[in-house]
């Protein structure tokens, strides 16, 4: 592919790096706050305030990574510190813990840091590779590329933790049953439940392999059982970390030259210092870039809560045959691989032998969706008719765009760009927030008829009023274009624009605007809780559409600034 030519073999060594790490976390921060609801039995305020602050931390932490890095270790080493104080967090969540969260929250510091000595750092020497003039017109492109690494690992961990959760359950003679956690906390904690909510908890005892005394030890067994799913899920994380650090540092003669702090480049002879004045535009530049982006990352990480959230229960999953494809790890592969055969066919620069690769790929792929499709067209003994999916799926619909656009937001890029129309980094981060925006107005339309969440006390709707899951899978493609229009143009404007003394505080202070706006994420899930449904989403859409207007408003400023 195209889009691949040409890159330094360093690129490819990061990419994998960093998806090992992801995959990780994503497997984690899918289950997470299910994890502190089902487990505790928190009601979403205390959950997503939670989640706030630990994603708060996790996006703080960079700034005093790229410090490290910057004036100490450097950014090879701090990057393999973090990993291997990551895999301690996540070992730390994986041990089941009892009603006290204390153990939680030790873990959750502790990935923390590691994430902050890692992720910025990573980026940096990213940057670092393209800094050759061969390499410079690149860098956007890159950026894309390694950003397709993060999704690729986030796509497939909502599954493993779904796998994992459900081996586990089942192994214990359980069915998993978004509906039953709450009912099961209210059991246990003697809180009135209603005769419906307890014949639902009937049935499902009624069902499940072996016999139980009561209703109070079903509870407690199924919840028991809930939550060593999920800490399965959470050791999942430190495999996919050693997977990570071992590629790290196996490879390292792909990226070693990029491996510099700018101090040790001060006595070359391309080193060119910026002026004070240079400094400050470029940092005041991105300083007004940060504040903005602030907010579509409060819009963007709704999706570990009130989405989550929404699709718990609010959200039909009980789906079709047809819609269960889209949940189907084989399925999304096969898509995946004839998206990338048609791309590979249709590159005017491949080789034959690539362009024959790509005819491969395509075959195997339209055809395994053509033999699901005949298959369950057909009216068979056996052949499923309806499937229940678990809401912590939906989570993999956004990186899952992020892998099947990339390859076609470049190609629109390189377009614009061919014609001397591409926007710059800025005016993309504006239209961004403006999809933003839109995404949103969607989940408005699916909620306006729908219960508060505090008129339901927590508990899932009743299913004649559950809505189609494909309000939320629309809702997540349209924020995958805007994050396209942003993320990772703004990393990739961080490394063009920041001085070059400062880049791992840059790439931190880029962070550290994230981390405000997941906090921010967490606190306006309070309103997810507190108000009507509709009015939830529309501040959403309200503070994103706002954030982009004032993008523009300020856009020639920026641009001058950044190019000082």
């Known amino acids: 592919m195209s889009m691949l030519k040409g890159h330094p073999k360093g690129l490819f060594v990061l990419f994998f790096s960093n998806m090992g790490e992801r995959f990780g976390y994503y497997t984690m921060l899918a289950i997470f706050t299910l994890f502190l609801q089902d487990h505790f039995g928190w009601d979403e305020t205390r959950a997503y305030n939670l989640y706030g602050i630990f994603l708060a931390g996790i996006y703080f932490a960079p700034l005093l990574g790229g410090i490290i890095a910057d004036q100490w270790l450097g950014y090879g080493k701090t990057v393999s510190l973090g990993i291997i104080i990551m895999a301690i967090g996540y070992a730390l969540l994986a ?14 510091a502790v990935i923390s840091l590691g994430v902050g000595l ?3 750092n990573l980026v940096v020497i990213l940057g670092n590779l393209y800094e050759g003039e061969g390499l410079k017109k690149m860098q956007d492109a890159a950026f894309n590329i390694f950003y397709m690494g993060i999704n690729i690992g986030a796509m497939f961990a909502p599954h493993v933790a779904r796998s994992l959760k459900n081996w586990v ?18 059991v246990i904690r003697n809180v009135d439940v209603s005769p419906e909510r307890m014949g639902i908890i009937q049935s499902a005892m009624d069902s499940a392999q072996g016999t139980y005394a009561s209703l109070q030890i079903f509870a407690e067994k199924y919840i ?41 480049k001060v006595q070359s002879a391309d080193y060119v210092e910026l002026t ?12 007004l870039v940060f504040i903005i982006v602030i907010f579509f990352w409060m819009a963007f990480h709704q999706n570990g809560s009130a989405l989550t959230g929404f699709a718990k229960n609010y959200t039909d999953l009980t789906v079709s045959k047809w819609t269960y494809l889209l949940f189907s790890i084989p399925t999304l592969l096969s898509i995946f691989a004839a ?11 491949a080789s034959r032998a690539m362009k024959g690769l790509g005819a491969l790929f395509f075959a195997g792929g339209a055809g395994f969706i053509a033999y699901k499709l005949g298959y369950l067209g057909m009216d068979l003994p056996g052949v499923i008719t309806d499937t229940r999916i678990d809401p912590e799926l939906f989570q993999s619909f956004n990186p899952m765009f992020v892998v099947w656009m990339t390859p076609v937001m470049v190609g629109f890029f390189a377009y614009l760009a061919k014609h001397s129309k591409e926007p710059s980094a800025p ?20 909620s306006a008829m729908l219960p508060s969440v505090h008129s339901l006390g927590g508990n899932a709707v009743d299913s004649a009023l559950a809505v189609s899951p494909y309000f939320l899978i629309g809702t997540y493609f349209t924020l995958t274009i805007a994050e396209l229009f942003l993320s990772p143009m703004g990393l990739s404007f961080v490394a063009k624009v920041a001085p070059p003394k400062f880049r791992g505080l840059m790439q931190g202070g880029w962070l550290a605007a994230t981390a405000i706006g997941n906090y921010a994420a967490g606190f306006v899930g309070r309103f997810y809780q507190q108000w009507e449904l509709w009015q939830f989403f529309l501040l959403l859409v309200v503070l ?14 920026v641009n001058r600034a950044s190019t000082s």
């Open 339 to 349: 998206i990338l055969g048609v791309f590979a066919m249709i590159n005017k620069s």
């Open 544 to 557: 994103a559409a706002l954030s982009g207007f004032i993008m523009f408003s300020i856009l020639k400023i």
């Open 169 to 186: 359950m089942e192994g214990d003679g359980f069915v998993y049953n978004n509906a039953i956690p709450k009912i099961a906390n209210d």
């Open 276 to 287: 004070p004045k240079q400094t400050r535009d470029r940092i005041f530049a991105l300083v």
């Open 95 to 108: 041990v089941p813990v009892a009603d006290d969260p204390t153990p939680v929250y030790i873990a959750l």
């Open 224 to 264: 028991e059982s809930l939550s060593t799913g999920y800490h399965w899920g959470f050791g999942f994380s430190v495999v996919t970390l050693a997977i990570s650090i071992v590629i790290f540092l196996s490879f390292r003669k792909y990226y070693k030259e990029a491996d510099y702090r700018q101090a040790d």
């Open 427 to 446: 005016a993309k981060i504006g239209i961004g927030m403006l999809i933003t925006a839109s995404a949103y107005v969607i989940m408005i339309g699916a």
């Open 118 to 120: 890692f992720k910025g």
